[in-house]
């Protein structure tokens, strides 16, 4: 009895210490893996026998450990002889459980054949693929590469495994969003041309009968002056009044419409160049009202030359049109240059933007309006007290943003109005 | 001598105030209009000699079968009658319009007249360029 329980401590100690040399053994393992151990000394009965690796391995074992790949070695028959921690990652499997296990074990059952195969041709030449690999329930893309490495003692394989999923996953996003992309082009396109063509029939086809309108009219007022009365004439007259107010509207719409549709002529464009010929064009009602306009310094920049024209025209036309009645319009144009594309932007010498400023004495507006007045057919005052199709503004403000600008307007009703186009002097 | 001019125009009404304005004038024949393109063509080839050709030739920009351009650019390339000045009208004219059309051999582009004066200004353009 005494004898039996001795017996058992000393298994117990025997086991103890077993398990003492194993966790030793794994340890020592685990460094060597991670390349923190050059040699080993094993106690034997003839002395202490030193095992050295040999020195070049470790920065191959280091570098093997810490590359982002997965790295094995296997035998002929696909068992795997050694394998990183990045190559468990993949596939969700204990590193220690990977050695000594078949690598056909992680190969998904459909690409079976592929790895055959590839097993079989890379004895003879390296050779890579990509196929799937069991991660736990999941499966992760990957490339192989295979090399055979002669040792001195035996032969093996070198195994890379190239872990796609990110780039897969990447690849598939970028499939979709050019797909989406490629139907937004599409339906843009498809609009755009809609757009171009309803604006150019409809105003082609709108404007005729608007002439016949206003011709037969015309006609009527000529021929058969003597048969009509002083308010039949006054009729015909409001016929050919709004055949001719329809008619710009037509024009301006379609005008509109052309800006967003064609790619524009861009080059140099002297602004004061410019001016000078739109006030020959207004010489007439400048000399009818008495207007003064002083212009300073204007820029030379890069633009589309008579949408440029067009933009101060509308401008000028409206701070001569909403002068104060009975009172000369006064008109000052000048400009100066900023650092940047903002109107709170410090003025610089030489900056890369330039701010036209275009301001009159005229009745102005609520500064509510500020922003209104840009948009399409937004008209502050009635068609009785000012003519206009409300159009203009809208046509300025696209032309000054096709231009990579700014429009503003700055009022108070009775203290004059100021247009502020901001331009960049370089287009792109 | 009085000009004589040869209107293509599909507009029975556009026809009609061409003469309506137009008949009055000394200066000018109004040869009968042709409908379009296609049968200006045709009426210029059956002229026999030049007794029968107009001295200036007028086209609507938008005619069925052969727009203003389009009969342009034959009458251009044909040989025989190249040297008739052709004007080209239209109820809208943009500027790739007048460019193509002065590119394509017209003497001028303009826009359709829409009074008395309109039409009287349009005929002394045209006979200042015969000149």
């Known amino acids: 009895m005494q004898n039996h329980k001795s017996e058992k401590i000393s298994f117990k100690e025997e086991m103890e210490e077993l398990r003492h040399q194993l966790f030793e053994a794994r340890e020592t393992i685990e460094a060597i893996r991670l390349g923190m151990i050059d040699a080993i000394v094993v106690e034997s009965d003839t002395g202490n026998a030193l095992y050295t690796l040999k020195s070049a391995d470790l920065a191959y074992r280091v570098f093997i450990e810490q590359m982002t790949e997965g790295a094995l070695t296997i035998n002929n028959e696909g068992l795997i002889l050694y394998c990183n921690s990045q190559f468990a990652e993949m596939v969700q499997f204990p590193l220690n459980n990977i050695i000594g296990s078949s690598l056909f074990d992680f190969i998904s059952p459909e690409d079976l054949d592929v790895f055959r195969n590839i097993l079989e041709t890379s004895w003879t030449a390296p050779a890579k693929t990509e196929l799937m690999l069991k991660a736990g329930n999941d499966k992760t893309p990957v490339q192989i590469s295979l090399a055979a490495l002669r040792l001195e003692t035996t032969t093996a394989l070198s195994v890379i495994v190239n872990n796609l999923s990110a780039q897969k996953k990447a690849q598939k996003e970028l499939e979709n969003a050019n797909t989406q992309l490629g139907k937004i082009n599409r339906d843009l396109e498809v609009s755009n041309r809609d757009l171009q063509q309803f604006a150019s029939v409809a105003s082609h086809d709108l404007q005729e009968p608007l002439r016949k309108i206003q011709v037969f009219s015309k006609l009527l007022l000529e021929k058969y002056n003597q048969d009509l009365t002083a308010e039949g004439k006054k009729y015909i007259g409001k016929i050919i009044e709004s055949a001719g107010r329809m008619k710009s509207l037509v024009v301006d719409v379609l005008n509109y419409s052309k800006l967003s549709a064609r790619e524009q002529e861009i080059k140099q464009v002297n602004i004061r160049e410019v001016l000078g010929e739109l006030l020959e064009d207004f010489e007439l009602i400048i000399q009818e009202k008495k207007a003064e306009i002083r212009i300073a310094d204007l820029p030379v920049l890069d633009a589309n030359r008579g949408q440029i024209r067009q933009v101060l025209q509308n401008v000028i036309s409206n701070a001569l049109k909403f002068a104060k009645k009975g009172m000369p319009p006064v008109i000052d144009i000048h400009s100066r240059r900023l650092a940047s594309k903002s109107f709170e932007s410090p003025e610089k010498k030489d900056g890369p933007y330039c701010l036209i400023s275009i301001r009159d004495e005229g009745i102005g507006f609520d500064k509510k309006y500020g922003k209104h007045i840009f948009e399409l057919f937004e008209r502050l005052h009635s068609k009785d007290a000012y003519e206009g199709t409300g159009i203009g503004l809208a046509i300025t403000k696209k032309i000054v943003e096709k231009h990579n600008g700014l429009v503003a307007a700055r009022s108070n009703p009775g203290q004059g109005a100021e247009f502020l186009l901001l331009l960049p002097l370089k287009q792109e | ?131």
């Open chain 2, 1 to 131: 001598m009085r000009k004589k001019i040869l209107l293509a125009e599909d507009d029975p009404d556009d026809q009609e105030l061409f003469f309506e304005f137009l008949s009055d004038r000394t200066d000018i024949d109004l040869l009968p209009p042709v409908e379009n393109g296609e049968v200006l063509l045709e009426r210029l080839r059956q002229a026999s000699g030049n007794i029968d050709l107009p001295d200036a030739i007028i086209l609507d920009q938008n005619m069925p079968k052969c727009n203003g351009l389009q009969t342009l650019q034959i009458l251009k390339s044909s040989g025989y009658h190249a040297h008739i000045p052709v004007m080209i009208y239209s109820t809208y004219i943009d500027s790739s319009l007048v460019k193509l059309g002065l590119s394509s051999g017209a003497v001028l582009v303009m826009d359709k007249p829409s009074d008395t004066e309109g039409y009287h200004s349009l005929i002394d353009e045209l006979l200042k360029v015969l000149d």
